[in-house]
């Protein structure tokens, strides 16, 4: 609310020389004033909110970026308040150019990510970290740009009618506060899912130049010069030029990154809230990629080896009924269905859109032997971790698959947990069997053997395991960023149960692996071993390890 005029105490001369002259009632102006700060303050957050959505997508790592984001953002607000100091002799004018500046800067940022990501993100060396730096800059610009604001603002409305300073604190801070609750929900329910990351945001930036530009031009046009006013005028005219260009250009831009990050080949590119799901290959003999969020979840080169190993060592023994956490793809379930006996196979998928995909699409589909058309094969789209908090299910699993993100992937985290894994014991048969996909073993043995000794943490009995891949080039089963250069050379699986330590085997009576052997399973289970790190403690939901 704001508060009625109170005149300010005696004290030191304000840096201006009197009151603005206003082609408006001062009451009109401290609003216009309070309504720029609410716009404003919208906007800083989505842009805050916008860089932290696309660097976790970049890199995967959400809660590293989203503290790295706001650290620095935060500290260089601290920064801009103090550089603003030097400018409020001009507060008017050094406020237009402010926000004309960050609308640049902030509408702009999201396209620069993707571009340097796109672009030079596989070169290797100290480009791959280009997104990283390039991260840190732009937070801590739009932070220097957002800090400056306040102080600059207070002098403007300090100019309209001078009052306690508190007062006017007050009244800054409280349109500043509901403009970021504004611009906090706006972003992930209305620019997110309606313009996507590169339009949203530059339409972010054009009401912020807009809002700035209006207030300075409109409101305190007699405080500036004719020269400021035009140069003003001009500068502001160019961001919005510079944001339409560039809106006008984003799907082109976008199928251009695209091609960088994918190969030229991408088929089918589905934008589904704040996820990339592309396709390249599957036709004229070409192999089929599946990438969501920029990170190869199936290569066609060798899935067959990744999802052989994954699943017919747990089908070596009962397997009437199985649960597949994720596998969207259907690969997964297109194993569990080669072998006799199987009744009922219940998939619960991450993401109904790549489930779309492997039903609809001809290439995956065919990869998947047209899997989710078979009767006993039931789908359905939740989070895994909910969906086990649910009631037992009678009766119990023979066989569970985890085929899930990786564990270094934050969002995946909790289902790499000690908590996770107990809901998955209660939902096993006696002798029944999990398996779970616990990422490369040469490359991350730190983040295997957390696995299999969160596993042991929850009550399970387990049996580590790893295969080669055919190639350097070879996927790290879900989530790997796309670029062959940087794959590991291996993919790591612990398999589990509640009573006895597993029997790492083949179903004698089931299909043949066209990449498994009975003798190479044990071999890769040595070959694990002989990596093991010993005294590691368990992942839980309070305290991720990975």
Known sequence: MIEPHAPAPPGAPPPWAGPARLPVRPDTGRFLVLACVFVCAACGLVYELELVALASYLTGDSVTQASVVLSV???????????????????????????????????????????????TGGWGGVWASGPRWLLVAFSLAIGLLIGAEVPLLMDLIQRI????????????????????????????????????????????????????????????????????????????????????????????????????????????????????????????????????????????????????????????????????????????????????????????????????????????????????????????????????????????????????????????????????????????????RLVVHAGPVSARPHVFWTVEATLRAAGLRTTPYRVEGRDSGSADGPGRTAGASRAPRDWGFVLASRTARPVLGLDPRGPRPATLTQRSLRAEQRAAETTRIGGLAASTLVHPRY
Not at 76 to 86: D, E, F, P
Not at 223 to 239: I, K, P, Q, S
């Open 161 to 432: 009618r001078r009052q306690d300073a508190g007062g006017a604190v007050a009244d800054l801070f409280a349109a500043d506060y509901v403009g970021a609750l504004v611009g906090g929900l706006a972003f992930p329910f209305l620019l997110l899912p309606l313009l996507g990351q590169l339009t949203g945001a530059m339409l972010t930036g054009a009401v912020n130049a807009i809002a700035g530009g209006a207030l300075v031009l409109g409101l305190f046009r007699r405080d500036l010069t004719h020269r400021a006013r035009w140069l003003l005028l001009v500068a502001n005219l160019a961001v919005l030029g510079v944001l339409a260009t560039a809106t006008v250009l984003v799907d082109d831009f976008e199928r251009a990154a695209r091609e960088a990050v994918y190969g030229k080949d991408v088929r089918v590119a589905l934008q589904t809230g704040a996820r990339e799901i592309a396709l390249t290959g599957g036709t004229d003999g070409r192999p089929l990629d599946l990438y969501v969020d920029g990170r190869l979840r199936v290569s066609g080169r060798d899935e067959d080896r990744y999802h052989e190993a994954l699943v017919h060592p747990a089908m070596d023994g009962p397997h009437a009924r199985v649960l597949v956490l994720g596998g969207g793809d259907g690969l997964a379930v297109r194993e569990v269905l080669r072998h006799p006996g199987v009744r009922r196979v219940d998939v619960v998928a991450l993401d109904s859109a790549v489930v779309d995909l492997a039903r609809r699409d001809p290439a995956l589909s065919r990869l998947n032997d047209h899997a989710y058309g078979d009767a006993r094969v039931h789908v359905s789209t939740a989070d895994p971790f909910r969906r086990l908090r649910g009631p037992a299910p009678v009766p119990s699993y023979d066989v569970v698959i985890a085929d899930l993100p990786a564990p270094g992937i934050t969002a995946s985290t909790k289902l790499y947990s000690e908590e996770f894994y107990g809901l998955v014991r209660r939902d096993l048969a006696p002798g029944g």
């Open 73 to 119: 953002m935060v500290f260089a607000m601290g920064i801009g308040s103090l550089a603003a100091k030097r400018l409020r002799r001009h507060a008017a004018v050094a406020f237009g150019a402010l926000e004309a500046l960050l609308a640049l800067v902030g509408g702009c940022s999201a396209m620069a990510l993707y571009a340097v990501f796109a672009w």
